[in-house]
């Protein structure tokens, strides 16, 4: 009987360590990471432009230029290749601290110089807080 005890415990205790690191592992993910997608250029931009003091959670938004408005010639458009990455030719922002016309302006700088794009072709908004429905 004695041995029998002992296999239990050598099989439960392996099963109690996993769940236990597992439990661990899905209790101490930060919310914050998960909340912007980190493998795309959206994402990155979001998650650095959040960190920004007073800018608050963060979306953007690329618009990016078509191959048939860079050149309307057909020629060109056969012979493209595919595999070019089209250009980022405007963004929108929309952020929980854009409200405040000093955020928007730090904001407006930095994804300037970042995105090397001038300012009018960024157009940054305040994010619609869910106490402001009615």
Do not use: C
């Not at 099963?15 to 909340?35: C, H, R, V």
């Not at 800018?55 to 070019?84: C, I, M, R």
């Amino acid at each position: 009987m004695e041995k029998k005890w002992s296999k239990q415990k050598l099989i439960f205790i392996p099963i109690a360590i996993l769940a236990f690191i597992a439990y661990i592992s899905a209790t101490f993910n930060d919310p914050k990471d998960e909340q912007y997608d980190t493998t795309s250029e959206e994402g990155r931009l979001e998650r650095t432009l959040s960190e920004i003091k007073g800018v608050g959670q963060v979306k953007v938004y690329f618009h990016y230029e078509t191959p048939a408005s860079k050149s309307s010639n057909a020629d060109s458009l056969l012979f493209s290749s595919s595999d070019t990455k089209p250009t980022v030719s405007g963004l929108l922002v929309v952020s929980e601290g854009a409200s405040d016309p000093a955020i928007q302006k730090k904001l407006l700088e930095t994804i300037s110089r970042v995105m090397q794009m001038p300012t009018h072709r960024i157009m940054i908004v305040p994010m619609e807080s869910k106490g402001d429905e009615q």
